[in-house]
């Protein structure tokens, strides 16, 4: 094998790396490897004329392979594995040693800088001496979509790539399409109806013709890659069938069992055999297993005998469905943190002590009271309502740390409307400081205070009790200093935003990371806000982080425009460093096969096979291999070893 | 107590009747008292079969090597080969089906159980012989029966068994086709993982400073590599000097060999070589023991094994050995992993 011919670029990266890391000595100290044949630094290696230095310096000096010494791998390996491929050559002999994050940001001491980048650079520069010439694989796309969460921003994301031509799998685990915003009253600051605008959108999906609407469905396994990915999907049974369903509601009239309505958050009950709401899609009923007498005509069959269109049908089973998609949007939306969690506020146990969705539903049109606020324990009209922001946010002793950003808006809009429906009635707002940024949110909540009355506390309710018919509200106003103590009919929670259940279930199944609040990882803060770390799959919604509607929709359209740009490619490439098996070694244990996350791995007559195209390179499977009998390209044993010695030495 | 006729009787049934091609268990050694591996292939040889306290060896390692001369001799065996098991052997059996090295089929397991006692550690019976020559040692409840030239002595079973027996968890062979003794797996003659946690007590410079001090001592002869039925690799990863020459390796890399590890047996060489080796039985050493037994300069090695075992234990509530379908420890995670550090 003839000598490579390795080119050597280091960054100053203006004074980030070079004010910590003498880099020409860098570049010196490169030259004097065997393999180096070139070598530079440059103040900006990823600008324009830094990136054709390297292009000028590949084909005048006929290099082979190339080491950047720059920032991390993460932000600009691509650039300068594509300078590589412009030059002629695989972009794959191209590495980056990483002597800014891993160097120059972690020392002060320049001598200790500058030796550690030398290493950085020299373990880079014997890992590119082994590299081979890789070409990417081409990868057939599926040119399909699976949304899972029918809420605003699953719905959203659905028609974006629908209308783009894209054919949209909606999977919703309840029984209707919806999600939190149908069972929101107005929403905040134009105070227009969230059924108004939502059911349009419902109606438009159910409608779409590319658009395939799956609920009561849940996915259970996802395998593959981006591109080609394999949904396993469960359809719970509904056992009634929605083409005979008339929703004529006889059914619901006999069923004898009572349980709380999730719709209504309890606030009212519904039967066994029941539709969530009027709008609900698909419009048909649901039978709830686990609130039924038995599914069994001998222990009950009411509803059986009373369907005049025999749309009930027991035998209903589970069925699972196999679906091929290219890519993935995840909304799965939030849940209310726990009022049980909240000591200080009664553990969600005393009576008229609200959340903020069931306000909601107190003041929807279609709710229980049709409109009227009137408090559930007594159905009168409640005078004096406290709203208490943060329940639960910004609170890393006790409870969440985080800020559910939307509390602010959304219990200035309670208020409002409270004050709207009961004008001689007062409302007391208790908070740890507002927070409206948004267009026309300020003015909002100034109109709250100033056209509405409602009266504005700064500062933390410490206790409620019931106390005869009132709810007793000891707090603070820290703005006077006095203590408060109120004498309410009502109290309501601004409880915080949590990822749902179906969040965690839907990362555990992708395999998608989690930040340590439970929301869904994105793969970078800035520039990938709607990128899992997993290609192929993306992020809309509540799910990823506390968010309003505006905001929601806007993460659905953009999760909808990069999987458009994603599958509008006829082939995908995909990395060509991937596993590859040493089968004289190879005893067939299968403990690649379990590790591998990605199910690349099987066995073959004994022997472990690698799947190159669901291959991520991982190297999960190199690690786990007690015989070394699996290694990936480019990240060989060989090259490990070297690199080891280079910092070694 | 086990009778061993009943053990030669299954042999001498399982040969005559051609349901196995052969039976490895112990029969008496050329020393005297100790018992030594057979494999017998003759219904007539089934009474050279002995059952007692110094039936040490983990025969595993004899189907590791049976199934290494088949492979060598591109033979398939239409029979099954059968195999005495302790509770330890066993577990072991079952890793190596776990790692599909042979099929639960390619085996037939007489279990042994061994009860409340266990096998013997030679030092120990020869202090408390107080240098007396013994015949024979079996074990006998709470008691370790010896024959010597000048008669039977009676000692406490406890003061001679060995630290793994005493704190084994399972001295029941659970995976068996046919099993002799009781199972006593509650038994609880010395608290699991003892001789790690007096260990353990000592502060980290000492630990250190005693390691330096054993590793120092290693001679690298492989005995206990030898010995270790999960040690089956055609080459091992540490051997620098036969590692990777397959017929895919290129002439470059035959000419660049790795050396993770030096050939001198010098400090640093054994620490890798044994660390190494320790990370690779993590959750497929089921501690027979067998390392530390044969090692010639006295390595207390099953002390590594032991802490891997308890990390799996206490982290990821793995144990080793407990059934072939089951995932392997490094291979595998679950979402409700005990351990603390993973999210």
Same mark, same amino acid.
């Given at each position: 094998?003839?000598?490579?011919r390795?080119?050597?670029?280091?960054?100053?990266?203006?004074?980030?790396?070079?004010?910590?890391v003498?880099?020409?000595r860098?570049a010196?100290?490169?030259?004097?490897e065997?393999?180096?044949?070139?070598?530079?630094?440059?103040?900006y290696?990823?600008s324009d004329p830094?990136?054709?230095?390297v292009?000028q310096a590949i084909k005048?000096n006929?290099?082979?392979?190339?080491?950047?010494?720059?920032?991390?791998?993460?932000l600009?390996e691509?650039?300068f594995?594509?300078n590589?491929t412009?030059a002629?050559?695989?972009?794959?002999?191209?590495?980056i040693a990483?002597?800014r994050?891993?160097?120059?940001?972690?020392?002060k001491?320049?001598?200790?800088?500058?030796?550690?980048?030398?290493?950085?650079?020299?373990?880079?520069?014997r890992?590119?001496g082994?590299n081979q010439s890789?070409?990417p694989?081409?990868?057939?796309?599926?040119?399909?979509?699976?949304?899972?969460g029918?809420g605003?921003?699953?719905?959203?994301a659905?028609?974006?790539m629908?209308?783009?031509?894209?054919?949209?799998?909606?999977?919703?685990?309840q029984?209707t399409l919806?999600?939190?915003m149908?069972q929101?009253?107005?929403?905040?600051?134009?105070?227009?109806?969230s059924q108004?605008?939502?059911?349009?959108?419902?109606?438009?999906v159910?409608r779409h013709?590319?658009?395939?609407?799956m609920?009561y469905?849940?996915?259970q396994e996802v395998?593959?890659s981006?591109g080609?990915?394999?949904?396993?999907?469960?359809k719970?049974?509904?056992?009634?069938?929605?083409?005979k369903c008339?929703?004529?509601d006889d059914?619901?009239?006999?069923?004898?069992?009572?349980?709380?309505?999730?719709?209504?958050?309890?606030?009212t009950?519904?039967?066994?055999?029941y539709?969530?709401?009027?709008?609900?899609?698909?419009?048909?009923?649901t039978?709830?297993?686990?609130a039924c007498l038995?599914?069994?005509p001998?222990?009950c069959?009411?509803?059986?005998?009373?369907?005049?269109a025999?749309a009930?049908?027991y035998?209903m089973?589970?069925?699972?469905v196999v679906?091929?998609?290219?890519?993935i949007v995840?909304a799965?939306?939030?849940?209310?943190y726990?009022?049980?969690?909240?000591?200080e506020?009664?553990?969600?146990?005393?009576?008229?002590?609200?959340?903020?969705?069931?306000f909601?539903?107190?003041c929807?049109a279609?709710?229980?009271?049709?409109?009227?606020?009137?408090?559930?324990?007594d159905?009168?009209v409640?005078?004096?309502?406290?709203f208490?922001?943060?329940a639960?946010?910004r609170?890393p002793?006790?409870?969440c740390?985080y800020c559910?950003?939307?509390?602010?808006?959304?219990?200035a809009k309670?208020a409002s409307l409270?004050k709207?429906?009961v004008?001689?009635g007062r409302a007391?707002v208790?908070?740890?400081?507002?927070?409206?940024?948004g267009?026309?949110?300020?003015?909002?909540?100034?109109?709250?205070?100033?056209?509405?009355g409602?009266?504005y506390l700064?500062g933390?309710?410490?206790?409620l009790?019931?106390h005869?018919?009132?709810?007793?509200?000891?707090g603070?106003d820290?703005?006077?200093g006095?203590?408060?103590e109120i004498?309410?009919?009502?109290?309501?929670?601004?409880l915080a935003?949590q990822?749902?259940?179906g969040?965690a279930?839907a990362a555990?199944?992708?395999?998608?990371g989690?930040?340590?609040?439970?929301?869904?990882?994105?793969?970078?803060?800035?520039?990938?806000?709607?990128?899992s770390?997993?290609?192929?799959?993306?992020l809309?919604?509540?799910?990823?982080?506390p968010k309003?509607i505006p905001?929601?929709?806007a993460?659905?359209?953009?999760?909808a425009?990069k999987?458009?740009a994603?599958?509008?490619q006829a082939?995908?490439?995909?990395?060509?460093?991937v596993?590859r098996v040493?089968?004289s070694?190879?005893t067939?244990c299968?403990m690649?096969?379990?590790?591998c996350p990605?199910?690349a791995?099987?066995?073959?007559n004994?022997k472990?096979?690698?799947n190159?195209?669901?291959?991520?390179?991982?190297?999960s499977?190199t690690a786990?291999c007690?015989?070394?009998?699996?290694?990936?390209?480019?990240?060989?044993?060989?090259?490990?070893f070297?690199?080891i010695e280079?910092?070694?030495? | 107590?086990?009778?061993?006729?009943?053990?030669?009787d299954?042999?001498?049934?399982?040969?005559a009747k051609?349901?196995?091609r052969?039976?490895i268990g112990?029969?008496?050694?050329?020393?005297?008292?100790?018992?030594?591996p057979?494999?017998i292939t003759?219904?007539?040889?089934?009474?050279e079969?002995?059952w007692d306290a110094?039936?040490?060896? +983990?025969l595993?390692l004899?189907?590791?090597?049976?199934r290494?001369?088949?492979?060598?001799a591109?033979?398939t065996?239409n029979?099954p080969i059968?195999?005495?098991a302790?509770?330890?052997?066993a577990?072991a059996?079952?890793?190596?089906m776990?790692e599909?090295y042979?099929?639960r089929?390619?085996?037939?397991?007489?279990?042994?159980?061994?009860e409340?006692g266990?096998?013997?550690?030679e030092?120990?019976?020869?202090r408390?012989?107080n240098g007396?020559?013994a015949?024979?040692?079996?074990?006998d409840g709470a008691?370790?029966?010896?024959t010597?030239?000048?008669g039977e002595v009676?000692l406490?079973?406890?003061?001679?068994?060995?630290d793994?027996?005493?704190?084994?968890r399972e001295?029941?062979?659970?995976?068996h086709?046919?099993?002799f003794g009781?199972?006593?797996?509650s038994r609880?003659?010395?608290?699991?993982?003892?001789a790690?946690a007096?260990?353990e007590?000592l502060?980290?410079a000492?630990?250190?400073?005693?390691w330096c001090?054993?590793?120092?001592?290693?001679?690298?002869?492989?005995?206990?590599?030898?010995?270790?039925?999960?040690?089956y690799c055609?080459e091992?990863?540490?051997?620098?000097?036969?590692?990777?020459?397959?017929p895919?390796?290129?002439a470059e890399?035959?000419a +660049?060999?790795?050396?993770?590890?030096?050939?001198?047996a010098?400090r640093?060489? +054994?620490?890798?070589?044994?660390?190494?080796r320790?990370?690779h039985l993590?959750?497929r050493?089921?501690?027979?023991?067998?390392?530390?037994?044969v090692c010639p300069?006295?390595?207390?090695?099953?002390?590594?094994n032991?802490?891997?075992?308890r990390?799996?234990?206490?982290?990821f509530g793995?144990?080793?050995g407990a059934s072939?379908?089951?995932?392997s420890?490094?291979?595998?995670f679950?979402?409700?992993d005990?351990?603390?550090f993973?999210?």
């Open positions: 094998m003839t000598k490579k390795t080119g050597v670029f280091v960054c100053h990266c203006g004074n980030n790396i070079a004010a910590t003498d880099v020409a860098v010196k100290e490169m030259s004097a065997e393999t180096v044949v070139y070598s530079q630094d440059y103040v290696m990823c830094g990136q054709n230095a292009i005048d006929q290099l082979d392979s190339v080491v950047v010494s720059c920032c991390s791998p993460s600009h691509k650039t594995r594509d590589a412009r002629g050559i695989s972009g794959f002999t191209c590495e990483n002597i994050e891993q160097c120059a940001w972690v020392h001491d320049r001598d200790v800088g500058t030796e550690k980048a030398i290493k950085i650079s020299r373990s880079a520069v890992r590119a082994r890789l070409e694989i081409a990868v057939p796309v599926t040119r399909r979509v699976m949304v899972i029918g605003i921003a699953g719905i959203q659905s028609l974006d629908a209308n783009a031509g894209l054919e949209v799998l909606l999977v919703e685990k029984a919806g999600g939190h149908l929101l009253s107005e929403t905040f600051p134009t105070l227009d109806c108004c605008i939502l059911s349009p959108k419902m109606v438009e159910s013709p590319k658009i395939t609407v609920t469905c849940e996915v395998s593959g981006v080609n990915f394999k949904a396993k999907i469960l719970k049974p509904t056992f009634v069938d929605p083409e008339k929703i004529c059914c619901t009239q006999v069923c004898p069992v009572v349980v709380p309505n999730e719709y209504e958050l309890g606030l009950a519904r039967r066994a055999i539709i969530p709401y009027a709008q609900a899609i698909p419009a048909s009923y039978l709830d297993e686990d038995g599914l069994n001998i222990r069959g009411k509803c059986k005998d009373v369907c005049e025999e009930i049908n035998d089973r589970p069925e699972t679906e091929e998609v290219g890519a995840v799965t939306g939030f849940d209310l726990g009022q049980e969690n909240l000591g506020y009664g553990y969600g146990k005393v009576e008229d002590v609200l959340d903020g969705l069931q909601e539903r107190l929807s279609s709710g229980a009271t049709s409109g009227h606020v009137l408090r559930p324990s159905h009168k409640p005078k004096d309502v406290v208490i922001q943060c639960g946010s609170d002793a006790q409870h740390a559910s950003k939307i509390c602010c808006m959304y219990t309670h409270y709207h429906h004008p001689d007391y208790f908070y740890i400081d507002i927070r409206s940024g267009k026309g949110y300020e003015e909002f909540v100034q109109r709250t205070m100033e056209e509405d409602a009266i700064r933390r309710v410490s206790k009790y019931r005869n018919d009132k709810i007793k509200v000891l603070t820290t703005l006077t006095q203590n408060v004498d309410a009919d009502m109290v309501v929670l601004a935003m990822p749902s259940k969040t279930d555990k199944v992708l395999k998608i989690r930040d340590k609040d439970g929301f869904l990882a994105e793969a970078h803060p800035k520039l990938k806000p709607v990128e770390v997993t290609a192929g799959i993306f809309a919604g509540a799910a990823q982080g309003d905001e929601t929709v993460q659905a359209g953009a999760a425009a999987v458009i994603l599958l509008s082939t995908l490439s995909h990395a060509p460093t596993a040493r089968r070694h190879c067939g299968e690649c096969v379990t590790a990605y199910h791995i099987r066995l073959e004994g472990a096979v690698v190159e195209v669901l291959c991520e390179g991982c190297g499977c786990t007690l015989r070394a009998a699996i290694e990936v390209k480019n990240a060989t044993q060989m090259q490990v070297e690199m280079a910092c070694l030495a | 107590m086990i009778d061993v006729q009943s053990i030669r299954a042999a001498r049934d399982l040969l051609g349901e196995v052969a039976v112990y029969q008496r050694g050329s020393r005297g008292m100790l018992a030594e057979v494999t003759d219904p007539e040889q089934a009474d079969l002995v110094t039936c040490f060896h +983990n595993a004899y189907l590791v090597e049976d290494k001369a088949l492979a060598h591109q033979r065996p029979l059968a195999i005495v302790k509770g330890c052997d577990r059996i079952v890793v190596l776990q599909h042979f099929k089929e390619d085996v037939y397991i007489i279990g042994v159980s061994c409340g266990g096998v013997l550690v030092y120990k019976l020869a408390l012989l007396a020559q015949l024979s040692a079996v074990i008691e370790l029966v010896v010597t030239l000048a009676r406490p079973a406890s003061e001679v068994m060995a793994r027996c005493l704190e084994c001295p029941f062979p659970k995976e086709n046919v099993v009781e199972d006593q797996t609880q003659l010395v608290a699991p993982f003892t790690l007096r260990f007590a502060s980290e000492d630990r250190w400073a005693y001090r054993q590793f120092e001592r290693c001679i690298r002869c492989f005995a206990c590599r030898s010995v270790c039925p999960m040690c055609d091992c990863v540490v051997d620098s000097i036969t590692f990777p020459v397959a895919e390796t290129t890399e035959k +660049n060999r790795i050396r993770w590890i030096e050939r001198s010098v640093s060489e +054994n620490i890798t070589y044994h660390m190494t320790a990370m993590a959750g050493c089921i501690d027979c023991g067998e390392c530390e037994r300069v006295n390595i207390p090695l099953r002390l590594l032991n802490k891997m075992e990390e799996a234990r206490e982290h793995y144990e080793p072939i379908g089951g995932p420890l490094v291979a595998s679950r979402d409700d005990p351990g603390q993973i999210r």
